[in-house]
Each structure stands twice: as C-alpha cells, then as structure tokens.
C-alpha cells in the first residue's frame, strides 16, 4: 500500500512523526513524503532541515506560501498548494493520502486530493475552534476524507455527525503523545547549552497564534500578554513564533522587539522543533497562549496551560488547562493560579483525556485491515 503523507509546519511534521516512521519501517507499505509551506521558508526557520536531519527521504517538495499574512496573501496560499498537490498527485499516484488537521495548505491538498480521486485520510477532525477559520477548513477536510482518526470519543461522533459513516471512523487518541513517548528528552542544561540562556526560578514557554475570526487585532491582544508576563518576577519566558496565519508577522515582530529589550529573562526562538520543544515541557513551569498543543500534549507533562481567548474555544480541556480572556487582569489572575503551589499540586494526577499514546499503531492496524471497494461515500444520517 503507497501512503503519501503530506507536511506543511514544524507542528504537523512532529505530530505525524511517529506514523511516517511507522509507515517508513513496516514493509506492508511504501511511504512518500511530501512537504510543502512553512518548511521551505525562510521566515518560519527552513524546518525542511529537521525533516531531512531526521532521517526521513523527501520524495517531493515544492513551495505554496505567500509571503504576506493578509487574507488576500492566504487565499494565494491555498490556490498555489492546490496546484502543487495536483502535480505531485498524477505524478506519485498514491493509494491514501495522509492529512492531518486544519491548516490552509492542507485544505489545498485535500480538494486537489478529492478531484483526482485519492482517498485521504484525516487525523484530528471532529474538533471544534470557533475563534479561527481553523474551524471551517477543518469540517471541510472532513468531508472530504475517506478515514478519519480522532484524538476523542466526542470528536468521533461530531465526524460522525457530519454525515461519515460510524465504520470509517476511529477514536484512536492526539497522535502528539506518540511522540513524547518514544522520544528521550534532552535535559534543562542541554536546552540551554544548546539555546545559550539559563532557567530561572519560575519559566515559561509562551506560543500565540492571530485569532483570525475576532475583531480585537493581534497586536492589542499580544501586547496585553507581554504587559502581564513583564510583571513577574524570577521568572523566564521562552517564546516560539507564531505561525503563518493573518496578521502572524504582527506577533512574530513584537517577540523580536521584547526579546531583544530583555534579553537577560526572554528568548525568541523560531521553531524549537519536536524534541526541543518537549523537552522544554518537560523543564518549564507552565505554557501560556493559544496553541493547539497547550490543549492537547501539554496535559500530559501534568504542567498547566493558560489558554487565551477563543481561537481553541471548543476543544475538550483536561484539568491542568486554564481558560482566559485576552484582557490584562484576567491574564495575571490566571497566572497567579497557573504559577500557584496548589493548583501545580492538584493537576499531578489529573486523567489524561487524549490518549495513551498508542494511536500511530491503531491507525496502522486499520489501514491494514481496510477493504476499500469504493470511494463513494452515502451520506450517513443519525437515527431518529
């Protein structure tokens, strides 16, 4: 079976990680990888490299991203990546094709995908983000995915919802904790040889993205962020740059300024990449922002989350994750508790809703036993 797996940001790539390994190493298959977007560049770090240092052959690549961050800019994004996984569908001619969440270019990959007949499978549907046009482009994939493999039972019945049929699609757990499993993680000393700074008392890794549907701009909500965090005191904060959404380059040039007026208790960092990231997690006292990870990795290092805003709104929480506005007092009210004894206390045993890190093999499993005879897919209505 040839299984095409397509790639488009540092947080796919380590998200499908454990499953292109798995497809690269099992004979039953023959793998082909195929990158795009935010790894060829320049601005978001050439994660190419970390795909390529990884190990893994790169059977195609070509570049979709616009490089504005306007709506404008965005929608070149998707027309360019339609075109360039047009080309590599006739040429590679795969039997599935791998596509994991939400994220513009993938939406590319899954219409050209569905016009050339390619049944595609979908990691992550199901999930609801009513803050970002995530939310739209994710239903949209969904419906044109043959399988679907979700990180929660709830997800799996929201697909279902959605008109696919129950016997094509699987609770299998966030693909994510796979990787924190099986990787060993470098230690606090490694992390800040290899970043040249030092921990402090307190530590935090900050990662926010625009919220693409509020009207409040990303700058007045990010500047309320560094306001709050400027406040504390013994404390270090790590930032990751934001992606390439509207209005990211906003973001991405206010951690550079910050960063650089305080460099003795911030860094900016590009892209940490998987390891380095979780490791961090595995150092830091708690992540800040509104990543989808901070919903679904971050509970498993039992370390809290704040949550700002609306771009995840929707996502099941796990206790360790504290929602907020993007409002300033509400932001230090919630790191006061965030960075508390008692609630640090209270979440070291809390259940992980996610998974147990297994869902790289169930998905195996299934593609191995499918029995595809068709792509036609009836819509499936709930009973009555």
Same mark, same amino acid.
């Given at each position: 079976?040839? =299984?095409?797996?397509?790639?488009?940001t540092?947080?796919?790539?380590?998200?499908?990680?454990?499953?292109?390994?798995e497809?690269?190493?099992?004979?039953?298959?023959k793998?082909?990888?195929?990158?795009t977007?935010?790894?060829?560049?320049?601005?978001?770090?050439n994660t190419?490299?970390?795909?390529?240092?990884?190990?893994?052959?790169?059977?195609?690549?070509?570049?979709?991203?616009?490089?504005?961050?306007?709506?404008i800019?965005?929608?070149?994004?998707i027309? $360019?990546?339609?075109?360039g996984?047009?080309k590599?569908?006739?040429?590679?001619s795969?039997?599935?094709?791998?596509i994991l969440g939400?994220r513009?270019?993938?939406?590319?990959a899954?219409?050209?995908a569905?016009v050339?007949?390619?049944?595609?499978?979908?990691?992550?549907?199901?999930?609801?983000t009513?803050?970002?046009?995530?939310?739209?482009?994710r239903?949209?994939?969904? $419906?044109?995915?043959?399988?679907?493999?979700?990180?929660?039972?709830?997800?799996?019945?929201?697909?279902?919802q959605?008109?696919?049929?129950?016997?094509?699609?699987?609770?299998?757990?966030?693909?994510?904790?796979?990787?924190?499993?099986s990787?060993?993680?470098?230690?606090?000393?490694?992390?800040?040889?290899?970043?040249?700074?030092?921990?402090?008392?307190?530590?935090?890794?900050?990662t926010?993205h625009?919220?693409?549907?509020?009207?409040?701009?990303?700058?007045?909500?990010?500047?309320?962020?560094?306001?709050?965090?400027?406040?504390?005191?013994?404390?270090?904060?790590?930032?990751?740059?934001?992606?390439?959404?509207?209005d990211?380059?906003i973001?991405?040039?206010?951690?550079?300024?910050y960063?650089?007026?305080?460099?003795s208790?911030?860094?900016?960092?590009?892209?940490?990449?998987?390891?380095?990231?979780?490791?961090?997690?595995?150092? =830091?006292?708690?992540?800040?922002?509104?990543?989808?990870?901070?919903i679904?990795?971050?509970?498993y290092?039992?370390i809290?989350?704040?949550n700002?805003?609306?771009?995840?709104?929707?996502?099941l929480?796990?206790?360790?994750?504290?929602?907020c506005?993007?409002?300033?007092?509400?932001? $230090?009210?919630?790191?006061k508790?965030?960075l508390?004894?008692?609630f640090?206390?209270?979440?070291?045993?809390q259940t992980?809703?996610?998974?147990?890190?297994?869902?790289?093999?169930?998905?195996?499993n299934?593609?191995?036993?499918?029995?595809?005879?068709?792509?036609?897919?009836?819509?499936y209505?709930l009973?009555?």
């Amino acid at each position: 079976m040839k =299984v095409a797996v397509a790639t488009g940001t540092r947080a796919d790539f380590g998200l499908l990680r454990p499953l292109i390994q798995e497809l690269k190493n099992d004979d039953f298959f023959k793998l082909s990888l195929w990158v795009t977007a935010m790894h060829l560049s320049d601005r978001f770090g050439n994660t190419i490299n970390e795909i390529i240092n990884s190990g893994f052959k790169i059977d195609y690549s070509f570049p979709c991203l616009d490089e504005g961050d306007d709506s404008i800019a965005i929608s070149r994004t998707i027309s $360019k990546a339609i075109e360039g996984f047009s080309k590599v569908i006739d040429e590679d001619s795969p039997d599935f094709l791998v596509i994991l969440g939400d994220r513009t270019e993938m939406l590319g990959a899954a219409i050209a995908a569905t016009v050339a007949n390619l049944p595609i499978i979908h990691i992550h549907g199901g999930e609801t983000t009513i803050g970002a046009y995530d939310e739209s482009i994710r239903h949209s994939i969904t $419906k044109m995915s043959y399988l679907h493999f979700t990180a929660a039972s709830e997800y799996r019945n929201r697909v279902i919802q959605l008109g696919e049929h129950p016997s094509r699609v699987f609770d299998v757990g966030a693909i994510g904790i796979d990787s924190i499993k099986s990787l060993a993680l470098m230690s606090d000393k490694e992390l800040e040889d290899d970043l040249n700074f030092k921990f402090n008392k307190k530590n935090i890794l900050i990662t926010y993205h625009p919220v693409t549907l509020e009207s409040s701009s990303a700058a007045k909500q990010f500047k309320a962020i560094l306001k709050a965090l400027d406040e504390l005191e013994d404390t270090f904060l790590i930032f990751t740059h934001s992606n390439s959404d509207k209005d990211g380059k906003i973001i991405n040039k206010m951690i550079n300024e910050y960063t650089s007026l305080n460099n003795s208790k911030s860094i900016g960092v590009m892209s940490l990449g998987q390891l380095r990231y979780f490791s961090m997690l595995e150092n =830091v006292d708690l992540v800040l922002g509104n990543s989808s990870s901070g919903i679904l990795e971050v509970p498993y290092f039992n370390i809290p989350t704040i949550n700002i805003g609306d771009r995840q709104t929707g996502r099941l929480l796990s206790e360790s994750v504290i929602q907020c506005t993007n409002e300033l007092e509400d932001i $230090k009210k919630a790191l006061k508790t965030g960075l508390g004894d008692a609630f640090a206390k209270a979440i070291k045993t809390q259940t992980h809703i996610y998974g147990n890190g297994t869902a790289t093999q169930q998905i195996i499993n299934v593609l191995k036993s499918i029995n595809m005879s068709s792509l036609k897919k009836p819509f499936y209505d709930l009973p009555k």
